[in-house]
């Protein structure tokens, strides 16, 4: 029986000895992730600045997590915030909900949503992971990272 | 049978009667036509050409919406040719349609969308740059029109020409260059302007209410019934995520309201999502309304109330539901102890509840919405129906305009429904019994003098009309018997009408016009100074008139359910006066009235659109109120709150659902026996041919 013991720890110490380390230090080290990851929304914006949205809610018909919740207003002389009629004045999505499956991104008639390789969404509290439009929208003029502003998704 | 024609569809044969349209003919076989124009409740016009059909012997294809069938007709549907039609329809349809879909309220609910993806074409070779209007016109200050998305299909058009006779809203232009407009300077104001916006089958006429406040996949429908007149039209609440109303349609009930809604009704959501509804009960501390829970502030009520005893009073609403207003009237003479105890505070003449009570007993009242059409002279006694009840005004058009019926039509004032009178009958003011029994002495032949301002050849007129038809609808406002000086000669004259009618065998029904939703209920469950639920007589009491009257002499305490005195049309001051007076009011009601503000205790209840429960019309049909979204805060519906503070006064109030206390008022009002949730079903019950 002490025979097998030792037997046994041999592999284990075997494994720790040769093979290659697969964890890595996070957070002081961030693994690269797949070409196709997809995690945190953005909601993105024209050239001009103008938010891509319409409030149209098709994002939130097509969600099977039921997890955003779109209520639209109408742009107005002096407060235009899309082009067009419509704009979404509140957009909301709860991030313990959704299941990251790109729905919301693939209704979308302007290409206004886009899932971002942005994983780093944990929070204290579950009214903090419900991101308003404001964490969402892509902050305009400077895109902080190049995460948020790339397009080509 | 001389009468029918038989024809094939598709290769099955159909009998049908003469003059059907070939597409109500392929509907009974359940064969779908896509349509645009075509509406069952208007006037065919082949407008859109969508509905195209093959007919043997016919060169060219025929639109099925305006063809009669014919004797041994063949009519094609379901073939790759009249398939082709169709998708070439919409294709030319799509041409100068923006397709913003996703920005367009009706996306979601569209006919437009729906027969496109059904039989229009995959893609648009349309290369060149589409129709361009301003988006969207305030047609007026509730109706928008974007006419990029009109198809031109006038329905809304043919709505207000033929249904509404108001017809503000014309096409301009010829051709290619049509699209619908107002009269310069004159906005569309029709009080029946928002069914063009339910009929319209694209997003081209649009709420300013319900305008990007949802899409309808995020919409929960609730069956329910508009509190706003007498009529209880057929509604669906529209909400979202069971919290806020985004807009009210008309639910089709041929026996009621048919498919419309009046612009009062539907555009009346306003209340319900109000920012400041009353979310707490508040109770007067030191001068001011405070917050405080519900057990502080029912017993202060409640000491209050019992304080005064048969000095109480109790005003319910003929808003509220029967059951609401049937705890209440318990809830007065038992807990409370008093006999003062009504639905209103219009002032009444003496006499003239009682009067009223036993014809509504005896079941004189008996006449039904639908039959109005059916009837060959309508006799329209003291309301102005097109503001009282706006829904029967579109009745009484059909029956003249459409069928041909006699509209003897009489009121002081030149009313809407006066031109469509032969005669109309301008009776003074307050000479109503002179009036009537002028009226009633010339139906039955005695001799008379005109004394109420009407010419006696007019008078002469009506009663022949009358006399010679088979059919008589009489209808009377319920204010020219209660309010009416002599009300109860009126009552008596109309009976004199009716029995001289029925001895010339003619047929008669007679309705009584009420302006609440539910002021026919609120008096049948015993809401009544005098009279126990089923109109059994009680012990005398105050009206709510005299009640507020003999504010702070006779009567000392009040509990107001439901209603605003202090903001009343005619008696502002007055009533407020009263008001002060008293050493307990308690208001029970949604948001703080006027009158709330003068309360001693202010209970937070639920709207209509919160409740469950029933509504007796005025044809006196019962129809069930569904509750629609949450409750607001800690508001609470009318009965629970009335159920908690009879526990807390110790009394034996019983009650786990709704429907106990229905069944309750069903054992004890005769008129309602065997009325249960279910039997009154989606459409509602009539209750007049019940003894
Ligand atoms: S990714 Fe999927 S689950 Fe998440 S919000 Fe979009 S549609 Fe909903
Ligand atoms: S993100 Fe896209 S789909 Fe969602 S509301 Fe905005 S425009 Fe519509
Ligand atoms: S506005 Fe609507 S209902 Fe009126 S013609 Fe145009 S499409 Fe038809
Ligand atoms: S007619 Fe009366 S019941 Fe009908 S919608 Fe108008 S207010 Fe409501
Ligand atoms: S539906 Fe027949 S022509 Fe429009």
Known sequence: MIGELIKGLGVTIKHALTSKRVTIEYPEQKRTLGPRARWRHVLLRHEDGLERCIGCSLCAGACPARCILVEAAENREGARYSPGERYAKVYEINMLRCIFCGYCQDACPVEAIILRPIYEISEYTRDAEIYTKDMLLMPYPNPQTEDLGNTNA | ?691
């Open chain 2, 1 to 691: 049978m001389p009468d029918e024609v038989t024809l094939t569809i598709d290769g099955k044969q159909i009998t049908v009667p003469k003059g059907t349209l070939v597409i109500e003919a392929a509907k009974k076989l359940g064969i779908d036509i896509p349509v645009f124009c075509y509406h069952t409740k208007l006037e065919p016009v082949g407008a859109c050409r969508q509905c195209l059909v093959k007919i043997e012997g016919f060169p060219k294809p025929q639109v099925s919406c305006s063809t009669q069938v014919a004797e041994g007709m063949v009519v094609h549907v379901n073939t790759p040719e009249v398939k082709q039609m169709w998708e070439s329809m919409l294709e030319f349809l799509l041409i100068n349609h923006p397709l913003d879909c996703p920005v367009c309220d009706r996306g979601g609910e569209c006919p437009l969308q729906d027969n496109t993806f059904k039989y229009g074409p995959p893609d648009s070779r349309f290369e060149h740059e589409k129709r361009h209007f301003e988006k969207p016109v305030p047609l007026s200050s509730l109706v928008l029109l974007d006419r990029e998305r009109c198809i031109l299909c006038f329905r809304c058009v043919r709505f207000q020409r033929e249904i509404a006779d108001q017809p503000d809203i014309y096409v301009a232009n010829r051709g290619y260059g049509d699209y619908i407009d107002i009269f310069p300077g004159k906005p569309f104001e029709s009080n029946f302007s928002g069914n063009t916006i339910e009929l319209c089958p694209v997003g081209a006429l649009l709420s300013s209410l319900f305008r990007f406040r949802a899409r309808p996949w995020e919409i929960t429908k609730t069956e329910s019934i508009c509190p706003n007149c007498g009529v209880g039209c057929n509604i669906t609440i529209d909400d979202r995520r069971r919290r806020y109303v985004v807009r009210f349609l008309a639910r089709i009930n041929d026996e009621v309201n048919e498919h419309w809604l009046c612009d009062r009704g539907r555009f009346n959501s306003h209340t319900i999502n109000d920012p400041d509804r009353l979310v707490k009960p508040l109770v007067r501390k030191n001068g001011e309304l405070q917050e405080a829970t519900w057990e502080e502030a029912l017993t202060v009520a409640l000491e209050g109330m019992r304080a005064a005893g048969s000095h109480a009073g109790g005003i319910g609403s003929p808003a509220r539901t029967n059951e609401a207003n049937y705890l209440f009237q318990k809830f007065m003479r038992q807990v409370i102890g008093t006999n003062n105890v009504d639905y209103t505070f219009e002032k009444r003449t003496d006499g003239s509840t009682g009067a009223l009570a036993s014809a509504i007993a005896s079941v004189f009242f008996n006449g039904r919405i639908s039959d109005i059409a059916e009837s060959d002279a309508i006799l329209c006694l003291g309301s102005d129906i097109s503001y009282d009840l706006p829904l029967l005004d579109l009745w009484i058009k059909k029956a003249v305009r459409k069928l041909g019926k006699n509209l003897v039509f009489a009121y002081p004032l030149k009313a809407e429904l006066a031109k469509y009178a032969r005669p109309f009958l301008s009776y003074h003011y307050g000479q109503e019994a002179e009036f009537t029994r002028e009226l009633a002495s010339a139906v039955s032949g005695t001799s008379w003098q005109p004394l109420a301002g009407v010419r006696m050849e007019d008078i002469d007129l009506a009663s022949e009309v009358l006399k010679s038809a088979n059919y008589v609808t009489v209808m009377v406002a319920k204010s020219m018997i209660e309010s009416a000086e002599n009300g109860r000669d009126v009552l008596k004259s109309l009976q004199w009408i009716a029995d001289s009618l029925k001895s010339r065998n003619v047929r008669v029904q007679v309705m009584l016009l009420v302006q609440g939703a539910n002021t026919f209920g609120a008096m049948d469950v015993g809401l009544l100074p005098g009279y126990l639920p089923g109109y059994k007589p009680a012990d005398k009491g105050l009206t709510g008139w005299e009640m507020l009257e003999k504010a702070g002499s006779d009567i000392s305490a009040l509990w107001i359910m439901g209603q605003n005195p202090a903001r009343d049309l005619f008696h502002t001051e007055a009533f407020t006066a009263a008001l002060q007076k008293l050493d307990m009011l308690v208001v029970q009601d949604h948001i703080l009235t006027e009158t709330a503000r003068y309360a001693h205790v202010v209970l937070p209840s639920s709207t209509f659109a919160e409740t469950e429960g029933t509504f007796t019309n005025t044809e006196r049909r019962i129809q069930r109120i569904n509750p629609a979204i949450r409750r607001v805060g800690n508001s609470k519906a009318d009965t629970d709150i009335i159920i908690e503070a009879a526990s807390l006064a110790g009394a034996d109030f019983n009650y786990s659902k709704v429907e106990e206390i229905l069944t309750e008022i069903s054992n004890t009002v005769p008129q309602y026996q065997g009325v249960t949730f279910d039997a009154i079903g989606p459409f509602g019950r009539y209750l007049g041919d019940l003894k």
